[in-house]
């Protein structure tokens, strides 16, 4: 995990690098964003090494595929109609990576994978839903302002995350 975190700081740190037929913009790895709209999100988990389709209708929702095999999805959260802007800016974003319950796992193990994912995993969280999947979640919270480079790093530690606990 160490080597992941540091080859991702470095990448980001050379600069975000996009294709121009993927991304409209390159914008500097020390912009401050103190909102998310979709281009900028698209941007994120782009330079992130992840690649992103739409999620059905929901104009705030984006499938994520990740480099690492993982999937998720990225949801825009506390949104509203910026003046001046195309479309909305929100000031949260969840990440969520969903699992089904694993075959020939008793309940005693998935407390203690979510336990020891709870006690070793500190930017994510482990919740299961009423249909029984396991959810991997992260909230990131722009009022203040988040370094896109941030943005990125926490992207892909996301998903590290989730494949961490996937293997648990």
Do not use: W
């Not at 995990?1 to 500097?28: C, E, H, I, W, Y």
């Not at 698209?42 to 330079?47: D, E, K, V, Y």
């Not at 090494?49 to 959260?77: C, H, Q, S, V």
């Not at 709870?118 to 959810?135: D, I, K, T």
Request: glycine share 8%.
């Amino acid at each position: 995990m160490k080597r992941f975190v540091l080859a991702l700081a470095m990448a980001v740190g050379m600069g975000l690098a996009s294709p121009a037929s993927a991304q409209p913009t390159n914008p500097d790895a020390s912009s401050i964003l103190t909102s998310i709209d979709d281009e900028m999100l698209r941007i994120a988990i782009f330079n992130a090494g992840a690649t992103t389709t739409p999620l059905d209708d929901e104009k705030n929702t984006l499938r994520i595929a990740f480099p690492n095999g993982m999937r998720g999805i990225a949801r825009r959260m506390a949104c509203i109609e910026a003046p001046g802007a195309v479309g909305e800016e929100c000031k949260g974003l969840i990440l969520l990576a969903y699992f089904s319950k694993p075959e020939g796992v008793s309940e005693a193990q998935q407390q203690a994978a979510l336990s020891r994912f709870g006690l070793e995993q500190n930017l994510a969280s482990v919740v299961v839903n009423r249909e029984g999947e396991h959810v991997v979640k992260s909230y990131i919270i722009f009022d203040g302002g988040i370094t896109l480079s941030n943005l990125v790093v926490q992207v892909a530690l996301f998903a590290e995350s989730a494949k961490t606990y996937r293997e648990m």
